[in-house]
């Protein structure tokens, strides 16, 4: 099946090349990618994977039963400064990952790939971090290539060896050289080795692509700890939450969900669109002094010189 894959790619990237050499556009290869795919719909219908359901029935649904284990999935944020929520789903999707894969037996390792500008921007995965997270450091394995390009093929060979239960790519925007033609070969190699490919893109924005689904990511305020009984530990931070919008699938419009990730159970929670009024007299999570305002400043801008008018010199 691996092998039929393949020539299907190289195939469709000599058309698709031609194309381009000739300035002409490739209708036949989009034709004869579809013709492929249904000469092994009825394979892949017989042994396809069961998907990675969230746990929470709504967001299932939409996503058709969950994340597909043989494609690529996309978690994407707009902003730098919401990386590390595109990050934090990735590796909670990876966590649930590890934790269906150990009731059945498998404890296959998971493979983070950094692009060198995403590290530099976002940092790296941090060992006693992952375990409170969820994750098992001792099947978590990291990658810093130098290039992007470097990136790409280390991408490539790992989902085609079959070796890891998931490989996570992080990428920092829309570089030019993973485009499209890139995509669709990765959705190969992952569709061949029944592999799961997450995407977490930083701050990039939406562009085609051969995920099966992709999701934007955006951090929301965390509810009070709790304690035992129905009490709250006042001045604290619970289990982080996200707001995620399905932005890629068979919906006709975006959908807007709101999760919390329980680390220790490593299961996805539904909640309610989060408060951002504090009640009175609960005091914020930081409890230091607010900056006082500026002084002895000037109030108002100078007034500009008087404009003289000069007569030509000549």
Not at 86 to 115: F, N, Y
Not at 123 to 134: I, Q, S, T
Not at 137 to 149: C, G, S, T
Not at 222 to 237: D, H, Q, T, V, Y
């Amino acid at each position: 099946m691996a092998q039929h894959a393949l020539a299907r790619e190289r195939l469709f990237a000599l058309r698709e090349t031609i194309a381009r050499l000739e300035g002409k556009p490739a209708p036949a290869l989009a034709a004869a990618e579809r013709e492929a795919l249904a000469e092994g719909g009825k394979t892949a219908r017989r042994c396809s994977l069961p998907p990675l359901a969230f746990g929470v029935e709504c967001l299932d649904e939409a996503l058709e039963g969950g994340l597909p284990l043989d494609a690529i999935t996309e978690f994407r944020s707009d902003l730098s400064r919401d990386a590390g929520a595109a990050s934090g789903l990735a590796m909670a999707v990876a966590a649930r990952l590890q934790k269906q894969e150990a009731d059945t037996g498998r404890l296959l390792p998971l493979l983070w790939i950094g692009d060198a500008v995403g590290t530099l921007e976002a940092g790296r995965p941090y060992a006693p971090g992952l375990r409170d997270f969820g994750l098992s450091p001792e099947r978590f394995l990291h990658a810093a290539p130098r290039k992007l390009d470097e990136a790409l093929w280390l991408v490539e060979t790992a989902v085609e060896s079959a070796a890891f239960s998931a490989v996570i790519f992080e990428v920092r925007g829309n570089p030019a050289h993973f485009g499209l033609t890139e995509s669709r070969r990765l959705s190969l190699r992952a569709r061949a080795a029944r592999r799961p490919l997450f995407l977490v893109r930083q701050a990039g924005a939406e562009e085609a692509s051969s995920a099966a689904f992709r999701l934007h990511v955006e951090p929301a305020p965390s509810a009070l700890r709790p304690l035992p009984g129905e009490s709250k530990l006042s001045g604290s931070i619970g289990n982080p939450i996200f707001r995620l919008t399905l932005e890629k699938g068979r919906n006709p419009a975006p959908l807007c969900f709101f999760l919390e990730w329980n680390p220790h159970e490593r299961e996805f929670l539904p909640v309610a669109e989060p408060n951002l009024v504090r009640p009175p007299g609960e005091p914020s999570a930081y409890s230091g002094a607010q900056l006082s305002a500026s002084a002895n400043g000037p109030h108002r801008p100078q007034a500009m010189g008087a404009l003289l008018a000069f007569d030509r010199a000549s």
